[in-house]
């Protein structure tokens, strides 16, 4: 029997792209156990004494000492044993049916009692354990793991029951034969399942994104049934919010294994408010070293938690490497925060850093850029998401007006410089340094993005934004940050500000679940709006991140190809070595901006440090608005920058 259901399980994660579809992955034995454990602890923790038990390993001995000597506890304990409910919304083939079920057994084992195992793991099968599961054949699977179970003690005549590899139609029929009454459905739970309160829900709910969710008339429904369905919602978060109607108040206790998207982006702004206002988060725990979800692009994390809030509850973050760890509960203990704090941050995000206190004081200390200028405008695909083809035709390799602007893509920008090297690809064809040509039709954002503005990549590593006199523009990839109110000094202290190591680390700190592989991150618009950026905007500030556009850009020309003039008096170390010594001497400032505020005298003034007009390296472009420094002017400039770092040092 254990190899119809391994083979079953195996056989459907690789070859049943139905599954893959629908988020399905199968949790391994160990995290499913683990969770179980835990959500138990949780479950009674409200008498430490029995909670305890439920660490790590099921102490069944020392349990039974316990209850032996207080009577009190010994009532307690099977008044909570006899009456649990345990429901899994995804149950799939049932392997956290299985875990919960040998956790109850353990658990009833522990009273003397006259009961055989048999009527006694019967007995769970028929009263406590709930499972859901809307694929028939994963269905029947977790039916089959439940019979095995109940007589793992005498299995040879179950397995001579079943053929070797039994049909649907078979399985169906020898599950028929067998006396027991499951409370397992084969049905849709977010709509159709509508059942009685229970004490636990736990599981792997499918992690789909509602536009990938083929039925329509599901998808209405879904919208107009819950709260959570907002944006680019997953199904997940919407189990969440069905399984919290579903659990005793005060009481009831889930544990969810999910992709971690919903703590920080934007659709999961409703399931962030329910869960602040309705339950204590006791615990998440981070599992994206584990290779759980194999056929889903998603970094996984467990999430614990009752539905009950006193407002004192306290965030406790850890992080597993390894299913070994999770196993002898060797982890990472990374942040535990007040529950509470999470209102200080911007759409309730909650963060799985250790730097939650320093940032909850700044959101307190400081307005968000949308805030703090109001005449903020981010823009982005300029014009518009889906008519690529139609906007092909405009993209020229030679400009036919000053009014045309050049053409970026978001490998063309990095942090303080342009890459102009990289082609771009835009309907199959590549471009090298196109301008896109100025059309009537776009005269209103073509305002926008021809007076000067901040540039930065909807993807990358860190934050990375480049100063634009009203130049650029881009199809997709990249976003335009304007604030007309703003000087050019304005301007170019602000982009220090953004180009920080303070603020790429509160960015990380709010944002950094939203990583791609290979680390990169997705820089949303929005999430640039939301972070806590201060008013005043020194001057000091403005020329050093026109010095380090300059060095910026005249490193990656090195690093491409020698230069004029002199290529020995501009040597790279020479270069690098100015770079480190202003972006410490900016993050400084910025420092001090953030956690000084209150004393702007005190702030580090302009004088000595020289101010850079702000051109490009090389004449990249024939194009009379693209200014670049002559020779004279680029040594001139370095002659200034090398002066005042020699009168620091």
């Not at 397995?159 to 849709?188: C, T």
Request: hydrophobic share 40%; proline share 4%.
């Amino acid at each position: 029997m254990e190899n119809i259901i391994c083979g079953f399980e195996k056989k459907s994660s690789i070859e049943n792209k139905n599954y893959r579809e629908r988020g399905v992955t199968y949790t391994p034995q160990p995290v499913a156990h683990f969770m179980v454990l835990n959500i138990f602890r949780i479950f009674f923790d409200d008498i430490p004494e029995i909670s305890k038990f439920f660490r790590n390993v099921f102490d069944y001995v020392g349990l039974k000492q316990l209850i032996t000597k207080n009577r009190n506890l010994r009532t307690f304990l099977w008044k909570k044993i006899n009456s649990i409910k345990v429901l899994d919304p995804s149950c799939g083939t049932g392997r956290f049916l299985i875990s919960v079920a040998n956790i109850l057994f353990k658990a009833y084992k522990v009273f003397e009692s006259e009961y055989t195992d048999y009527e006694i793991k019967k007995s769970i099968i028929q009263n406590h354990i709930i499972g859901i599961e809307i694929d028939k054949s994963s269905y029947q699977v977790s039916k089959l793991r439940l019979i095995k179970w109940l007589y793992e003690d005498n299995l040879l005549p179950l397995n001579n029951a079943l053929s070797e590899y039994p049909q649907p139609e078979e399985i169906e029929d020898f599950i028929n034969r067998i006396d027991l009454n499951f409370n397992l459905f084969n049905q849709e739970y977010l709509i159709e399942y509508e059942g009685e309160d229970v004490d636990i829900i736990i599981g792997n709910p499918p992690f789909v994104e509602n536009k990938k969710i083929q039925d329509k008339e599901f998808k209405n429904k879904i919208q107009e049934k819950f709260e959570a369905a907002y944006k680019l919602y997953d199904l997940s978060v919407i189990f969440i919010e069905k399984s919290l109607k579903l659990l005793k108040s005060n009481v009831g206790c889930l544990s969810f294994i999910m992709t971690n998207k919903f703590l920080s982006a934007d659709y999961g702004v409703k399931i962030r408010g329910i869960l602040l206002q309705n339950t204590e988060i006791r615990e998440i725990i981070n599992i994206s070293s584990l290779p759980i979800f194999k056929n889903t692009a998603a970094y996984p994390i467990i999430l614990f938690l009752k539905k009950e809030n006193n407002g004192t509850n306290v965030i406790s973050i850890k992080k597993y490497d390894s299913i070994k760890d999770i196993n002898k509960n060797i982890y990472k203990k990374i942040a535990e925060f007040p529950q509470k704090s999470i209102y200080k941050f911007p759409s309730h995000v909650i963060p799985l850093s250790e730097k939650n206190e320093l940032i909850g004081e700044l959101f307190s200390k400081f307005n968000v850029i949308s805030e703090t200028f109001k005449d903020l405008k981010i823009i982005y695909r300029p014009f518009g998401f889906i008519e690529w083809a139609k906007n092909s035709k405009y993209v020229r390799q030679k400009f036919s007006s000053t009014k045309d602007l050049l053409l970026l893509s978001t490998g063309n920008v990095g942090r303080y410089f342009f890459n102009f090297e990289k082609k771009i690809k835009i309907s199959q064809n590549r471009y090298h340094r196109p301008y896109f040509q100025y059309n009537e039709d776009y005269s209103d954002i073509w305002k926008e993005l021809s007076n000067e503005k901040l540039i930065f990549r909807e993807i990358a590593k860190d934050l990375s934004f480049a100063y634009d006199p009203g130049l650029f523009t881009s199809l997709t990839g990249l976003y335009f940050l304007r604030i007309p109110s703003l000087s050019t000094d304005q301007l170019f202290s602000l982009l220090a500000i953004l180009n920080s190591s303070l603020v790429n680390q509160i960015f990380k700190t709010l944002y950094g679940t939203l990583h791609m592989s290979g680390g990169y991150l997705r820089i949303n618009g929005s999430f640039i709006k939301r972070l806590p950026v201060p008013s005043h905007l020194p001057v000091s500030l403005s020329y050093l991140s026109k010095i380090l556009q300059f060095l910026s850009q005249l490193r990656y020309e090195i690093l491409q190809k020698p230069i004029l003039p002199s290529p020995n008096k501009i040597k790279l170390n020479e270069i690098e070595k100015y770079i480190e010594f202003y972006e410490k001497f900016s993050n400084s400032i910025v420092n001090q901006l953030y956690f000084d505020s209150q004393n702007k005298d005190g702030i580090i003034d302009a004088k000595g440090l020289p101010n850079i007009k702000f051109k490009f390296i090389k004449s990249y472009y024939e194009f009379p608005r693209f200014e670049s420094y002559s020779n004279e002017e680029l040594v001139l400039n370095l002659n200034k920058i090398s002066l005042f770092y020699d009168l620091e040092k």
